[in-house]
């Protein structure tokens, strides 16, 4: 039997869709329907038909048909004739509006707004599920790469421990350009924008706020419970200096903006989710340092399934699109055949263990003043707050000296305790870079 000839008596011969927003993802989404339409239409067994593009500008050239384009989004969804929308205008309103309607009135939503599902994931679940109809994500989190319905559907019978990498292909582009060819981290932002990989407002992408919008959906899908945004520890990349990539060069490491969600037990023994987004040195011989330009990978530990890898373009219009589609693909499926995807999981409800309690390792550069004994008043402040030290590295300067501390692992609390009591040492001129490092066991 080929694809599309079971078709059950009654089901549509023709769906109508509506795209909200015709950016860098929303003009791939509307070339696929267009340049794809025969085989997408045998892969669902009935036809897509576009019914309507919203946009702010109706004046500029978009290359489709003048009639097809409208600046009332709302009054797109509500159309009889709608049955899938795809949400790719982003931001929190109108979306959040526009999704909740087309539920309600009993449309599947396909979206890839991951500002907005880090916040509002519940709500429009409730709305889907009430509907019976499908709310989908997939292009939300690392572009391209399949990581959701992998967590939600492959990975439903194990039980996932860790599920951490990049997820932000701005911010990836920026570290690989100033660690590949020493450029200036402006530069490479601006160049970030023009491959449409960066946010309308590039502060999302480069204050770890996407990430962490991200690490909220991993891990709310693969702990079963409802994390958000506000969550997630986060700190970007914007202090991230030229110098700190040539220290961690010389550590043999590198910086990578991480996204680490995992479960972890607490004092009292209860399991608990730690999420938090942070620059961090990893060793160069760990996967995620090979992965550079605007490229994801996200790696997911789970009990029984083990240690896996996904990796792929991260961002951009036409990658971002192909995730869009497999989702409208699903949709479109469960509209021809009567099905529907999976319900929103959140029974575990685990809590959300605060950062300062979480174990991690520092890398500290500070400038002393270079006298005898510095070195032991330094390291004795360290041992003060139980953080033990694991190497450092001393680089001349003609009166000051910059000092460089790695650090074993240690509750995040003691570690910031200690860099506070440093910042206040007479013989620290300033602490210049706090960064974290993962990917070793020590
Ligand atoms: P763009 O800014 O390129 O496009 C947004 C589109 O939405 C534009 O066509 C704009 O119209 C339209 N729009 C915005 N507000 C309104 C409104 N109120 N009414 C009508 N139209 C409106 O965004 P992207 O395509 O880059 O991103 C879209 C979504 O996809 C976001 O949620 C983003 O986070 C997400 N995403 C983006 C990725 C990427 O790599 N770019 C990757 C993964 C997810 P006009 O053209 O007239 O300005
Ligand atoms: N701005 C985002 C990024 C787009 O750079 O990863 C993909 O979600």
Redesign the pocket.
Known sequence: MTEGTAQRTGAPTELGVAV???????AEVVRIITENAEDLRARIGASLVLRGV????LE?GRGIDRALLT?D?AALVRRDDVDIVIE????IE?PRELIRTALQQGKSVVT?????LAEYTGELATAAAEANVDLYFE??VA?AIPVVRPLMQSLAGDKVQRVAGIVN?TTNFILSAMAETGADYDEALAEAGRL??A??DPTADVEGYDAAAKAAILASIAFHSRVTAADVYREGISSVTAEDLASAAKFDCTVKLLSICERVVGDDGRERISARVYPALIPLSHPLATVSGAYNAVVVEAVDAGRLMFYGQG???AP?ASAVMGDVVMAARNKVYSGRGPLESTYASLPVMPIAQVPTRYYVAMNVVDRPGVLETIAGEFAKHGVSIAAVRQEGGADATRLIVITHRAPDGALAETVSALENMEAVTAVSSVLRMEGTHE
């Open positions: 909200l927003g015709m950016g860098n993802v929303g919203a946009v702010r500008d500029r600046d989004p790719v205008l982003g931001g109108p890839a707004n991951k500002a907005l292009a939300a572009g292909g449409g990989y946010e309308a961002a951009g219009g971002t």
